[in-house]
């Protein structure tokens, strides 16, 4: 039976990712931490109360009240995400602790104070400065300074009155709307986007069907399938971690579907020997972290449907030779 408490914080949840979704934020369900652990059931979960809890992750956030009162009737203390870019109409300055705050000072020294706009506090302590997204598209971009993040086009945040794995909540600092980027902001992650390169490659871009994204988003799932195929032994289950993390992320922002890539996984990694129980755990533990960290394709892409045709045979052939 859920506690007062417990029943308290389904209700204020409910009606708080309702609000949000009525505001026009798109809106989307995510796990909750649960004890010391998250309430997706993994003991080394790596996004404790971060990641989201439908299949399809990003690609499923919503305004749709109804759907999301089906979520909460569901999963009640699920925490809240709300998708960043231009889907929502919003731009987000991540300011992490420890080295966060030092970064966002000396930069305001050289350039003037943040403007006046929404801003909350995170569950750890730090800060989310949320601003009016501008008309250019602005990816995700990590470290853009030293503990300073940018979640724009193809990402989303945690926000009131999620819970954080330390206990804390997220809050609300400003309930204002949102300001017009600065300029120095905006040249700041202009600048980067070309000098400081990502972890994924670049800036985000939304998924479109039957056009490049779709060809990337194949091309990414065999080669991670190719390159698991050949792990040698003493490799393969790092290397099923991180083809999951990779591809999870592809997941995240609506590239490809969850349950199809972790089937693919799971049917390469027996075939190379991988046990059952250490298959299910690697995968589902490596698409919950990938899916906290949304990827889209990079402008320039690198690895067309052609390169991805080249592997094809490889990976089929696993099929083939298990049947």
């Known amino acids: 039976m859920a506690s007062r408490s417990d029943s308290a914080d389904a209700r204020r949840l409910l009606e708080v990712a309702v609000r949000y979704a009525d505001h026009g934020w798109p809106v989307l369900p995510l796990h909750a931490p649960v004890g010391r652990g998250c309430s997706c059931s993994l003991a080394d979960c790596g996004s404790v109360g971060k990641h989201p809890r439908t299949r399809r992750g990003l690609h499923e956030a919503t305004t749709d009240v109804d759907q999301v009162r089906a979520w909460w009737n569901r999963w009640p203390l699920a925490n809240i995400g709300v998708a960043t870019g231009a889907a929502s109409g919003l731009l987000v300055v991540d300011v992490d602790l420890p080295h966060g705050p030092a970064s966002l000072a000396r930069v305001e020294a050289e350039h003037g104070q943040l403007p006046p706009t929404c801003e909350q506090r995170t569950g750890s302590g730090g800060r989310q400065v949320l601003f009016a997204h501008p008309e250019a598209e602005v990816g995700n971009r990590a470290a853009v300074l030293p503990g300073i993040d940018v979640r724009g086009d193809g990402g989303y945040v945690v926000v009131p009155p999620s819970q954080h794995a330390s206990g804390g909540r997220y809050e609300w600092v400003e ?111 490596g698409l919950a972290a990938g899916l906290n960290q949304p990827r889209g394709i990079p402008d320039s892409v690198v690895a067309p449907a052609e390169q991805a045709a080249d592997m094809g045979p490889l990976v089929r052939g696993i099929g083939a030779r298990r049947r």
């Not at 799932?221 to 032994?233: D, W, Y």
């Not at 999951?244 to 996984?265: I, K, T």
């Not at 390469?268 to 589902?284: D, F, K, Q, S, Y």
């Open 175 to 285: 309930r204002i709307a949102p300001a017009e980027p600065p300029d120095w902001l905006v040249s700041l992650l202009d600048r980067t986007r070309h000098q400081t390169p990502q972890r994924d490659g670049g800036p985000l871009l939304p998924w479109q069907p039957g056009s490049r994204h779709e060809h990337y988003a194949a091309a990414a799932l065999r080669r991670e399938l190719a390159g698991l195929a050949v792990a040698v032994e003493g490799t393969r289950n790092a290397t099923l971690n991180r083809a999951a993390f990779s591809l999870g992320q592809l997941v995240a922002a609506g590239l490809l579907d969850h349950d199809h890539v972790a089937s693919e996984l799971e049917r390469v990694a027996e075939h190379i020997g991988l046990g059952a129980t250490e298959i299910r755990r690697t995968v589902a533990s």
